[in-house]
């Protein structure tokens, strides 16, 4: 398998293999970290990340894993650089590319890190658009993989907003790999009827499924995975709360829902969660509505089910295995 050079945009360009390849490649770097093997294969080059939205575990999974792999990094924060606001994303990629070896951005739309991408000579990782999450991906396959011992035929239901980077990225991602996938969710926030169309025609060559259901009984019976996210995204406006929490309320991940699924099943979440008031946001949306959680409730949240710090530990992992990967390390 030779990566060396290409971009990590969306996964829709990457085969069910090269994903693959990256989880196992992932695994064996998480080994080698935890053995205390200490390899810097790429000592010397150095690596730029672009965040035009905030970030914990984005920025510090490059972070870490560009030190570990013996790199070093420049990170430029939302407002600390020139970028769209004084410079094109063209002329910006064709600065960068002279003096880092990679590139990672989050920003808004995915055409801004395809731009990026179009006018770079070296490999650009998306760390998070409006429309897909693709390194994420990659620690939510890694950690099924781990809990559950395969991928191929898990059950694995998405309730939440469905239309968005979460949505779109566990869809592609689950339809590649041959996972049964469904987004369980109120119908306008079912995801683009082109990119269900494209994941199922990828779900037949890999013996998976794509399902839209409303209903959350029938659709989370036997579950074996429940995933959710966030009800309004970062960069969305405020207006959208009321709207999201009337639409999305019954889709919230509690233990009705977790009763109703197989009784092995893991919780997961990307994070960061509103499961508590313990974050300004969730007080005040507390303030506003009533609500003490939100997408998930605080005992699903905190239950031996969830496995969501160890799916947070497995961004850097799988992020450590992208940069390897396409800087031509293994
Ligand atoms: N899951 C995720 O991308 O987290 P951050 O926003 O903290 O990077
Ligand atoms: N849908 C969320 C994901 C955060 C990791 C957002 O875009 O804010």
Same mark, same amino acid.
């Given at each position: 398998?030779?990566?060396?050079?290409?971009?990590?945009?969306?996964? /829709?360009?990457?085969?069910?293999?090269?994903?693959? &390849?990256?989880?196992?490649?992932?695994?064996?770097?998480?080994? @080698?970290?935890?053995?205390?093997?200490?390899?810097?294969?790429?000592?010397?080059?150095?690596?730029? $990340?672009?965040?035009?939205?905030? %970030?914990?575990?984005?920025?510090?999974?490059?972070?870490?894993?560009?030190?570990?792999?013996?790199?070093?990094?420049? #990170?430029?924060?939302?407002?600390? %650089?020139?970028?769209? /606001?004084?410079?094109?994303?063209?002329?910006?990629?064709?600065?960068?590319?002279?003096?880092?070896?990679?590139?990672? &951005?989050?920003?808004?739309?995915?055409?801004?890190?395809?731009?990026?991408?179009? &006018?770079? %000579?070296?490999?650009?990782?998306?760390?998070?658009?409006?429309?897909?999450?693709?390194?994420? @991906?990659?620690?939510?396959? +890694?950690?099924?993989?781990? /809990?559950?011992?395969?991928?191929?035929?898990?059950?694995?239901?998405?309730?939440?907003?469905?239309? #968005?980077? @979460?949505?779109?990225?566990? @869809?592609?991602?689950?339809?590649?790999?041959?996972?049964?996938?469904?987004?369980?969710?109120?119908?306008? =926030?079912?995801?683009?009827?082109? $990119?269900?169309?494209?994941?199922?025609?990828?779900?037949?060559? %890999?013996?998976?499924?794509?399902?839209?259901?409303?209903?959350?009984?029938?659709?989370?019976?036997?579950?074996?995975? +429940? =995933?959710?996210?966030?009800?309004?995204?970062?960069?969305?406006?405020?207006?959208?709360?009321?709207?999201?929490? !009337?639409?999305?309320?019954? =889709?919230?991940?509690?233990?009705?829902?977790?009763?109703?699924?197989?009784?092995?099943?893991?919780?997961?979440?990307?994070?960061?969660?509103?499961?508590? $008031?313990?974050?300004?946001?969730?007080?005040?949306?507390?303030?506003? #509505?009533?609500?003490?959680?939100?997408?998930?409730?605080?005992?699903?949240?905190?239950?031996?089910?969830?496995?969501?710090?160890?799916?947070? !530990?497995?961004?850097?992992?799988?992020?450590?295995?992208?940069?390897?990967?396409?800087?031509?390390? &293994?």
């Amino acid at each position: 398998m030779n990566l060396k050079g290409r971009d990590f945009l969306t996964l /829709k360009d990457y085969t069910p293999e090269e994903i693959e &390849y990256l989880i196992e490649l992932a695994a064996k770097l998480k080994k @080698m970290k935890k053995d205390g093997v200490v390899e810097q294969p790429l000592l010397g080059k150095n690596v730029a $990340l672009i965040f035009e939205k905030t %970030s914990t575990r984005t920025r510090c999974s490059f972070e870490v894993a560009a030190h570990d792999l013996g790199m070093g990094v420049t #990170y430029l924060d939302p407002k600390g %650089s020139q970028i769209g /606001k004084k410079e094109s994303i063209a002329d910006t990629a064709r600065v960068l590319c002279t003096m880092f070896e990679g590139i990672e &951005y989050r920003g808004f739309g995915q055409e801004i890190v395809e731009e990026l991408a179009k &006018y770079s %000579s070296v490999p650009v990782w998306n760390g998070l658009t409006n429309e897909y999450h693709p390194t994420q @991906m990659l620690a939510d396959m +890694l950690t099924i993989k781990e /809990k559950l011992g395969r991928l191929k035929g898990v059950k694995f239901v998405y309730m939440g907003d469905a239309r #968005y980077n @979460m949505g779109n990225s566990l @869809m592609i991602v689950c339809a590649k790999l041959g996972l049964h996938f469904t987004a369980c969710t109120a119908k306008q =926030y079912f995801p683009n009827a082109e $990119l269900v169309e494209q994941c199922r025609e990828w779900a037949k060559e %890999s013996g998976g499924s794509v399902t839209l259901s409303d209903d959350v009984k029938e659709a989370t019976k036997g579950a074996e995975v +429940l =995933y959710t996210d966030v009800w309004v995204s970062m960069g969305e406006p405020e207006e959208v709360w009321k709207e999201r929490i !009337e639409a999305l309320s019954p =889709y919230q991940v509690n233990k009705a829902v977790m009763e109703n699924a197989d009784k092995n099943a893991i919780f997961m979440h990307c994070l960061p969660a509103f499961h508590d $008031l313990k974050t300004t946001i969730g007080k005040e949306i507390h303030d506003k #509505y009533g609500l003490d959680e939100m997408e998930v409730t605080d005992e699903v949240f905190e239950s031996e089910q969830s496995v969501v710090f160890e799916e947070a !530990e497995n961004r850097m992992h799988t992020i450590k295995a992208v940069m390897a990967a396409t800087l031509g390390a &293994y």
